[in-house]
């Protein structure tokens, strides 16, 4: 049994390859050969614990994961990845959740980047400058060729520290922006990320600045929180969902189909956009929306990946 602990999986795959990972997985999603239930949610408080199975043919794997949104002197999202045989169902590894899910979910952010953002984007903004603010940051400069970034947090001191860790881990050509509004964020992005935590929308309800965009919403995966404000959805061309399972888990879809802002057939899966080869579309300053709520389905393949990539190099703690 190998255990793999952050800096492990770090030195086991790059961004790059998890993107890579995140296509395919949706490749395996459009032909439905796996197993994976809803997602277990118990909740205490403000603080959730999850619990995310699932099957392919290649591995078992199960997610623990617990939520924090209040933590200061620790990270928010905490959690393991355990890796069982296909065949005999003996443990083959265990990975830290709380890594694997930051890498994967920003790769979830850069592979909507590298499917759906125009031709011509160079610019993002990133809302919320969390851990996972970072990886997205990370994974949208290893989709395409970012020159700008802007940041905007609700908390103005977290933004110096956060730009600190950002331009360590990117390069010095990109330009990092540290902004007074969610609303001067937005203003010269191509893409919009929203990695919050919020019950409330984190974007203003101002069309023009929400035009011609793309617009990747991954902090909301329960039906209270919401990210996403209402002008978002009557300028989005095109909705796409990262599984069927994000229409009954996130306030972001719930909210706007019971006020009928849009309907059930305009949304899309990310699999089926892929496998039917449909181009983006931003005709007459329509943006596209993406939003994610995690599947169990992205750490199976996450997990393999990195499993498979550490052998490979020699990676990670050999366990009795």
Not at 118 to 128: E, L, N
Not at 166 to 185: C, F, V
Not at 294 to 302: C, I, K, R, S, T
């Amino acid at each position: 049994m190998l255990y793999l602990n952050e800096e492990e999986i770090h030195k086991a795959i790059t961004m790059e390859e998890m993107i890579d990972a995140i296509d395919y997985c949706y490749s395996i999603y459009n032909t439905e050969q796996f197993q994976m239930p809803t997602r277990s949610q118990v909740q205490e408080g403000s603080n959730t614990l999850l619990v995310m199975p699932a099957i392919t043919t290649q591995a078992i794997s199960t997610k623990l994961v617990t939520s924090f949104p209040r933590n200061i002197d620790y990270p928010t999202i905490q959690g393991l990845v355990i890796l069982n045989c296909i065949e005999t169902g003996r443990t083959k590894a265990i990975l830290d959740g709380s890594c694997l899910t930051a890498l994967r979910t920003g790769a979830i952010g850069g592979s909507a980047i590298r499917n759906l953002a125009k031709k011509d984007a160079h610019t993002v903004a990133i809302i919320g400058t969390g851990l996972q603010g970072l990886y997205q940051a990370i994974a949208a400069t290893t989709a395409i060729n970012i020159t700008d970034i802007y940041l905007y947090n609700r908390t103005n001191s977290k933004l110096k520290p956060f730009v600190t860790r950002l331009r360590n881990k990117i390069s010095s050509d990109i330009n990092i922006h540290s902004m007074k509004s969610a609303e001067e964020a937005i203003l010269n992005a191509d893409i919009i990320i929203t990695a919050t935590s919020s019950i409330t929308p984190v974007l203003p309800e101002n069309k023009s600045s929400l035009e011609n965009k793309l617009i990747i919403g991954i902090g909301s995966f329960q039906p209270r929180m919401r990210e996403l404000p209402e002008a978002a959805f009557h300028l989005s061309n095109q909705i796409i969902i990262d599984s069927d399972d994000a229409i009954k888990e996130t306030g972001d879809l719930q909210i706007p189909l019971a006020n009928k802002w849009i309907s059930e057939n305009q949304i899309q899966t990310m699999s089926s956009h892929l496998t039917n080869n449909h181009s983006p579309s931003y005709s007459d300053n329509k943006s596209i929306l993406f939003k994610s709520t995690g599947m169990a389905l992205f750490d199976n393949v996450a997990a393999v990946s990195i499993y498979e990539k550490a052998l490979q190099k020699g990676v990670g703690q050999k366990l009795n």
